[in-house]
């Protein structure tokens, strides 16, 4: 069957040049020069002096170390609590108060967020972070819900949607 009209045809165009191509290789990784490697074996990901290869192919070489390493197999989805950041980085934990601000306090106003994933790589790290106010994107207490970030948007714990003018933090 041939597409006969011009626009769907550029349309089909356009998404299809937009997809991805790692084939069926788990794992993809991109090099400080922008070069993708992909492939099915990651060995020495966890051995001292970054000896990972992906494929034979060293990933963090001084000169041209890797960037990102994504396993294509795994997909992440985000449970509450956390506080997603502006950059898009997640902190697994709770908004456990305020601090900063007052003409008293030498350190700026900031986010004091309780930590709730203890295990993996953050285990001796402290139980509670500050993150400065411009850092934060958004604040989840509960799983339920959208992943989209909706701006101006509160969520209450009976499930209602209320669209924010305008919000007043205190520690009370």
């Given at each position: 069957?041939?597409?006969?009209?011009?626009?769907?045809?550029?349309?089909?165009?356009?998404?299809?040049?937009?997809?991805?191509?790692?084939?069926?290789?788990?794992?993809?990784?991109?090099?400080?020069?922008?070069?993708?490697?992909?492939?099915?074996?990651?060995?020495?990901?966890?051995?001292?002096?970054?000896?990972?290869?992906?494929?034979?192919?060293?990933?963090?070489?001084a000169a041209n170390p890797a960037r990102t390493l994504r396993d294509t197999t795994r997909v992440a989805q985000l449970r509450g609590p956390f506080v997603e950041m502006t950059n898009g980085d997640v902190l697994p934990g709770i908004a456990a108060g305020m601090g900063g601000g007052s003409?008293?306090?030498?350190?700026?106003?900031?986010?004091?967020?309780?930590?709730?994933?203890?295990?993996?790589?953050?285990r001796g790290a402290p139980s509670r972070v500050r993150v400065r106010w411009e850092a934060v994107k958004r604040i989840v207490l509960t799983g339920s819900g959208s992943d989209r970030f909706e701006p101006s948007l509160l969520i209450l714990r009976d499930g209602q949607r209320v669209v924010a003018r305008s919000l007043h933090w205190s520690n009370e």
């Open positions: 069957m041939m597409c006969r009209n011009p626009w769907c045809c550029a349309l089909i165009l356009i998404v299809l040049a937009d997809m991805p191509v790692h084939g069926s290789d788990r794992y993809w990784a991109m090099l400080r020069d922008g070069r993708e490697l992909t492939g099915e074996q990651l060995r020495g990901l966890y051995e001292p002096k970054g000896a990972a290869t992906l494929e034979g192919k060293p990933l963090f070489e003409p008293f306090d030498t350190e700026p106003e900031h986010l004091i967020v309780e930590l709730t994933d203890r295990e993996g790589p953050q």
